[in-house]
């Protein structure tokens, strides 16, 4: 199939170079010049595992390539896949924004084409946001009927940065809204050949499940934490708890997200429960529970800024900086907040990440870093050991090996506060110095 990719992001990148490799025809859309580079270049714009080999070989075989036109994209492809940004609003509503324009932009060069379009929104989207905004915006400018003279549908994304190309190829389920049956056999189409279950579902239906995705995997990290920071304020080794708690398979838990960790963050599951949790509280509907993940969540971010004014010293490290391990997004990174929080204590900090420092070199982040993080950028060290140099204490939230092999043992560097659980956790757990967040 030939196919249109809107937003060259975290979500449209993956999904362009993904599709791509399956055998479609791909052309990405962006009004960022530099990922359109990037991309003809053959280099991603997105740090995550896989994604550059896999952009270098469909970009010199031809199946990808981008631009920012979006006529030109809409005139070369059947179908549109629109991934653009849908981030939080300042009192916690969805951003629409970016869909709007775009939907006008795609909608008008529909208009021109003539022949069939469909039209996929795969962004994050409240229930409604298609039917009573998007549609409307698209049938205006396409002049035309939407499920007749082009098909609509809502595609939401499940993978997660750090395995997304993974995630792609091996999706939990693929959810697809349909207007119309003839708009959701395009889509099977497309992604066939890909393992797991499909669900065809109403457009609202399609919406709805990403945020109940969302939501509870936000519950399941703060019960997690909030657990971990009982146990062991009770003595008790969490982990062993979990590891119990998780093999009783009869009540079906999945292990996904549910380990005492660091607190989440990223760009969606903390935008995602402040729209549901805003929608709910504009319909009048009370949700207890979902309005205090986000401060259970903040409250274990404390927990580690304690550990630091425990240890008493005045300089700090911090090993990752992302807002998990395996990518560069800094997006409502924690560990973000974790060093403004630090940082506006004074502390003297010193921070090194590997893939942060990796694509504020190739360019795709550097604009991040210079507008929004400016007094951070000054702390970036350019490797693990000169952060372990300087550092009296040093917290680590990231699994990178480079890192983790980097570590001293006993009274060779810094105290540790182990933030993520590192995989020789129970071998360090005894040395001096040495202390987890929350097991
Ligand atoms: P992103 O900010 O990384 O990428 C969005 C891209 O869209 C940017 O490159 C931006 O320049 C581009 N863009 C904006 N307006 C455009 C336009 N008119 N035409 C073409 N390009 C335009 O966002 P993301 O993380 O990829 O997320 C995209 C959507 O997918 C969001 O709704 C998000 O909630 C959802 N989602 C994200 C993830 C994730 O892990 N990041 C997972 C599932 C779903």
């Given at each position: 199939m030939r196919v249109s990719v809107f937003g060259l992001g975290y979500v449209g990148c993956v999904s362009a170079a993904c599709l791509a490799s399956m055998g479609h025809e791909v052309i990405g859309v962006d009004v960022s010049q530099v990922k359109v580079d990037l991309v003809n270049d053959g280099k991603?714009?997105?740090?995550?595992?896989?994604?550059?080999?896999?952009?270098?070989?469909?970009?010199?075989?031809?199946?990808?390539?981008?631009?920012?036109?979006?006529?030109?994209?809409?005139?070369?492809?059947?179908?549109?896949?629109?991934?653009?940004?849908?981030?939080?609003?300042?009192?916690?509503?969805?951003?629409?924004?970016?869909?709007e324009r775009v939907t006008e932009q795609i909608g008008a060069a529909v208009a021109e084409r003539g022949g069939r379009q469909t039209v996929v929104f795969r962004s994050t989207m409240l229930p409604g946001t298609c039917l009573n905004l998007l549609l409307p915006i698209l049938e205006k400018h396409a002049g035309g009927t939407a499920g007749v003279d082009f098909g609509v549908a809502v595609n939401p994304e499940f993978l997660r940065e750090g395995t997304s190309v993974r995630d792609f190829f091996d999706p939990p389920k693929t959810v697809i809204g349909e207007l119309d049956p003839a708009s959701g056999d395009v889509l099977a189409a497309l992604y066939e050949g890909l393992p797991g279950e499909v669900f065809r579902v109403p457009i609202p239906v399609a919406e709805a499940i990403k945020y109940a995705d969302n939501?509870?995997?936000?519950?399941?990290?703060?019960?997690?934490?909030?657990?971990?920071?009982?146990?062991?304020?009770?003595?008790?080794?969490?982990?062993?708890?979990?590891?119990?708690?998780?093999?009783?398979?009869?009540?079906?838990?999945?292990?996904?997200?549910?380990?005492?960790?660091?607190a989440f963050g990223g760009s969606c599951l903390p935008k995602d429960l402040r729209s549901l949790v805003h929608a709910a509280r504009r319909a009048d509907v009370s949700v207890p529970i979902l309005s205090h993940v986000l401060p259970s969540n903040s409250a274990h971010l404390q927990r580690a800024v304690e550990l630091v004014e425990r240890a008493g010293k005045r300089r700090v490290g911090l090993l990752g900086l992302s807002f998990k391990p395996g990518t560069d997004d800094l997006r409502e990174s924690p560990l973000v907040e974790l060093a403004e929080r630090l940082f506006g204590k004074g502390y003297d900090l010193k921070i090194y990440d590997a893939n942060v420092s990796l694509s504020r070199l190739l360019g795709a982040n550097r604009e991040y870093i210079e507008n929004r993080l400016p007094h951070l950028a000054q702390l970036l060290a350019d490797s693990v050991d000169e952060v372990l140099e300087h550092a009296e204490v040093c917290l680590v939230g990231t699994k990178d090996p480079a890192v983790v092999g980097a570590l001293p043992h006993g009274d060779d560097g810094p105290a540790l506060i182990d933030l993520i659980h590192l995989p020789d956790a129970d071998a360090r757990r005894t040395e001096p110095g040495y202390v987890g967040l929350a097991w």
């Open positions: 991603a714009p997105v740090v995550e595992e896989r994604i550059g080999e896999l952009i270098a070989d469909v970009v010199r075989n031809g199946a990808l390539r981008a631009t920012a036109d979006v006529r030109e994209a809409i005139m070369n492809s059947e179908v549109s896949l629109i991934c653009v940004g849908t981030p939080s609003e300042a009192n916690g509503s969805l951003c629409t924004t970016y869909l939501a509870f995997h936000g519950l399941k990290i703060g019960f997690a934490n909030e657990l971990g920071a009982v146990c062991q304020a009770l003595g008790v080794d969490s982990h062993q708890v979990i590891d119990v708690f998780l093999a009783d398979r009869k009540l079906n838990i999945s292990p996904a997200y549910l380990r005492p960790g660091f």
